[in-house]
């Protein structure tokens, strides 16, 4: 199975702050990796699919970059809407599998 | 709108069954791979399973701990992806959401509890 790792696990910002969620995968996959934002009670949404493409709706503050086995998940200037759970998720192989999460909370 | 609407959680017992549907609107069903995720509560977000389209094999595939015990199928006609679990067990507690292979596309998720 492919692991993926997520870092940090929790992170505190303010409004404003440029934040940045880093997931390794334990070998290539490419592209094939999708960012996802749960907030608590709710459905996780995508946010970038492919590694960097964004989805329709999702502000531009959002972006995403890698390829291979290092991906990156930035925010520009953190908005209060963007307090959640961040996953990460490798839809190169079977079983598709997710990082753990990075929470990220108000500092 | 497009859409994915999870439906059938309930309480169960262990090793009692459950059947969950997810009906899909405004997109081309048919040719969608689709999958279930689950997400125990406080925990992160765990694959159970993706089936192919039709016209792709309608092939199956389980992660290791649902293996044999959950079963996926699609009903085109009625826009209608299941999953069929039996012999439930209590670590099977979980929201399960209903998604495109992909990952691009989720529902809204529905609650099976298993209580011995």
């Known amino acids: 199975d492919i692991q993926m790792t997520q870092s940090p696990s929790t992170l505190s910002a303010s409004i404003g702050d440029r934040v940045t969620i880093t997931c390794r995968a334990s070998?290539?996959?490419?592209?094939?990796l999708a960012w996802h934002q749960q907030k608590p009670g709710k459905a996780p949404k995508t946010l970038i699919y492919?590694?960097?493409n964004l989805e329709s709706g999702v502000p531009s503050r959002f972006s995403g970059s890698g390829s291979g086995t290092e991906f990156t998940l930035t925010i520009t200037s953190l908005q209060p809407d963007d307090f959640a759970t961040y996953y990460c998720q490798q839809v190169s192989g079977y079983p598709r599998t997710f990082g753990q999460g990075t929470k990220v909370e108000s500092k | 709108e497009v859409q994915l609407v999870e439906s059938g959680g309930a309480l169960e017992k262990t090793g009692g069954s459950l059947r969950l549907s997810c009906v899909a609107s405004?997109?081309?069903?048919?040719?969608?791979?689709m999958t279930w995720v689950r997400q125990a509560p406080g925990k992160g977000l765990e694959w159970v399973g993706r089936v192919k389209s039709k016209i792709d094999g309608e092939t199956e595939e389980y992660a290791a701990p649902v293996k044999g015990r959950f079963t996926i199928s699609r009903e085109d006609s009625k826009n209608t992806l299941y999953l069929q679990m039996n012999s439930l067990r209590t670590e099977d507690t979980a929201v399960y959401y209903c998604?495109?292979?992909?990952?691009?596309?989720w529902g809204q998720g529905t609650l099976v509890t298993v209580s011995s």
């Open positions: 998604t495109t292979d992909d990952g691009r596309l």
């Open positions: 492919q590694a960097s």
């Open positions: 405004e997109f081309n069903f048919i040719d969608a791979w």
């Open positions: 070998q290539s996959i490419g592209f094939w």
